[in-house]
């Protein structure tokens, strides 16, 4: 295997992607995992971990990512997919890690909803590391997403991995618990008729506006239509004319 390894460029970027996608939601990832390193079929497979300027940089990555990988309970590929490419960067490019990422998962012919999903957990990673410290326009719609149960398994898997408590899962299991079913996304208070009503014209400030009604909704600022038509009266009238 290890001489042929080479030659897996040989096989569709669909078949290594099903492959990968099985390895990754089984329980036993982190050993598939180091199978993929022992047998050199990783630098094939994910060459993108493989672009550190130092070797030694890379091992250590790798020690880490596996490590990560044996703490995830999940039967999703998708959160350990993002513990994998979570750190991903291309030197040289002038990529950032999301856009490293996007490339990735092009490469690998994931789905729209798939390249997404593994998207949002590495960029909500850095949100719910600070949880405690964002506005609740922030904070709730982070754990009224449909992966929020994912984004909490790849946190449990870090703090397993660097050996400390999981402050951040616990504060968010707790302050949900404590929520109605519909508080974490009630109904708009607003929508774009009422815009119209108000002879605002379609375009940019109708995104504007509706944002920052709901954002306001969700800090418990605004908490009746009422208010939200008066405060929105008041935005448009504040707009520069023209």
Not at 80 to 88: C, Y
Not at 147 to 168: C, D, G, R, V
Not at 177 to 203: E, F, I, Y
């Amino acid at each position: 295997m290890y001489q042929l390894r080479q030659q897996l460029n040989q096989v569709s970027a669909e078949r290594i992607s099903h492959e990968l996608k099985r390895m990754l939601s089984h329980e036993t990832r982190e050993h598939s995992f180091r199978l993929l390193i022992q047998t050199g079929l990783l630098p094939e497979v994910l060459p993108e971990l493989y672009q550190h300027e130092h070797r030694d940089a890379d091992e250590a990555g790798l020690q880490i990512i596996r490590q990560s990988l044996h703490h995830l309970k999940s039967d999703r590929f998708e959160p350990a997919l993002a513990l994998i490419l979570r750190s991903l960067r291309q030197p040289g490019s002038g990529r950032n890690t999301t856009e490293a990422i996007e490339s990735v998962c092009r490469r690998l012919k994931l789905s729209n909803e798939e390249t997404d999903s593994v998207r949002w957990l590495v960029e909500s990673l850095s949100v719910l590391n600070d949880i405690r410290s964002r506005p609740l326009h922030v904070r709730k719609p982070l754990l009224a997403h449909p992966h929020i149960e994912l984004l909490l398994q790849m946190s449990l898997a870090i703090a397993a991995t660097e050996h400390h408590p999981a402050a951040n899962v616990e504060f968010c299991r707790n302050y949900m618990s404590t929520l109605h079913a519909d508080a974490l996304c009630p109904p708009p208070l607003v929508d774009g008729q009422d815009l119209k009503n108000l002879n605002v014209p379609q375009g940019p400030a109708f995104r504007i506006l509706l944002s920052t009604i709901r954002d306001e909704q969700l800090d418990e600022i605004l908490t009746t239509r009422t208010a939200a038509l008066e405060r929105l009266r008041e935005l448009v009238n504040a707009r520069p004319v023209g």
